[in-house]
């Protein structure tokens, strides 16, 4: 293991500070595909669903209807559903006592320091799916915004290759 000091070697340092997120070629396809989504929207994503995830989705298919949510309901037996409500209701709970609140103050005239807390207005939660789905993702992103205000949330997973969701 080697140990830097930033006073003494400031130079090792460089690399790091002048590194991309990402190599450039990712970069460039992801920033193709988001500009393709934004021009093309529900048609782009079901092209590289079946491109990337081998889904067959139609614009009719590409969202979960009511009727799936209602039917899901009876595919997860009830010791699943009694998990999940006691863990939406903790961390609901937990969310809560960590919600930031505003505060201000005038440490001489004229002068109005502080922060003021607004939730987003919509969010979007990518949920893994497929072989892996993770119902905690869903709970933990979801709830959080939920406790904070969030008003409009969307829920995005991979499906399965008929394009059904995982019913937890």
Known sequence: MKFLKYKDNESDFSPLFNRTAFPEDIERSVAEIL???RKNSDDAIIRYAKKFDNLNLTPETI???QAEIDNAENLIGDDIKDAIKLAHA???DFSKQNLPEDWSCNPR???????KFTPLQRIACYIP???APLVS???HTATMAQAAGVEEIVITTKGAEDGSVNPA
């Open 109 to 115: 005239p004229g002068v109005r320091l502080g922060e």
């Open 63 to 65: 969202k979960v209807t």
């Open 137 to 139: 993702t869903v709970l």
């Open 90 to 92: 903790n961390i609901s």
């Open 129 to 131: 799916g497929g072989t």
């Open 35 to 37: 500009a393709d989504i």
